[in-house]
């Protein structure tokens, strides 16, 4: 049974920073990634990794968040620095490509 069990969000000012992390269990993927959903928008791409570090991220991230992976503890990292009130939204994390698994979401709240 495939889980995935974020953690890591939660209000913070403008200009801070936040890591989110992402734990899989019950099978490897060779992509992970992190999504965004903000009220009243759709899910949106943040940042993806692959198994052999190929990283790729959404143009409105870019410089100010770093994803990275632990492979033998099969968890995916978000590092959020220079955030803004813009990056508010809940952050989901995302396993495989084909047919992927989503994890169940966290709250990031960034303050003017």
């Known amino acids: 049974q495939v889980q995935l069990v974020e953690s890591g969000g939660g209000l913070v000012q403008a200009g801070g920073s936040l890591r989110l992390s992402c734990a899989a269990s019950g099978y490897f993927f060779d992509v992970m990634g992190w999504y965004r959903q903000a009220p009243g928008k759709q899910r949106e791409l943040v940042a993806t990794?692959?198994?052999?570090?190929?990283?790729n991220y959404a143009d409105s991230v870019k410089g100010r968040f770093t994803i990275s992976r632990d492979i033998a503890k099969n968890t995916v990292y978000l590092q959020m620095n220079s955030l803004k009130p813009e990056d508010t939204a809940v952050y989901y994390c995302?396993?495989?490509?084909?047919?992927?698994?989503w994890g169940q979401g966290t709250q990031v709240t960034v303050s003017s």
């Open positions: 995302k396993a495989g490509v084909v047919h992927p698994y």
């Open positions: 990794i692959t198994s052999g570090g190929s990283t």
